[in-house]
């Protein structure tokens, strides 16, 4: 079975730093790509970052410059690493695979940034 765990969610005060972790297992992780959504209070969800199965990346304009998106296929884990934190940056991330018309998403962790 499918399964896509995040962790090193938690609160930061701004400016700060975290990296989350995704591990998955269940697909052939190496031809999946992956990416990283989120979704502040009473909001939608929004596509954060993204990495193809080839280690092409893209972010949203929101964290350009802040966030660096990575894999390690020989370990099936996708990093997010947040730096410079801003409290418009606190939401419940969500880890995604997709390959064709599959898509997988871990259960969320959550971000908080706040004094």
């Known amino acids: 079975q499918v399964q896509l765990v995040e962790s090193g969610g938690g609160l930061v005060q701004p400016g700060g730093s975290l990296r989350l972790s995704c591990a998955a297992s269940g697909i052939r992780f190496s031809i999946y790509d992956m990416g990283w959504y989120r979704q502040a209070p009473g909001k939608g969800r929004e596509l954060v970052a993204r990495?193809?199965?080839?280690?092409?990346?893209m972010y949203a304009d929101s964290v350009k410059g802040r966030f660096t998106c990575s894999r390690d296929n020989a370990k099936n884990v996708v990093d997010l690493q947040m730096n410079d934190l801003k409290p418009e940056d606190t939401a419940v991330y969500y880890c995604?695979?997709?390959?064709?018309?599959?898509?997988?998403w871990g259960q969320g962790t959550q971000v908080t940034v706040s004094f």
């Open positions: 990495i193809s199965s080839s280690g092409s990346t």
């Open positions: 995604v695979g997709a390959w064709g018309r599959f898509d997988y």
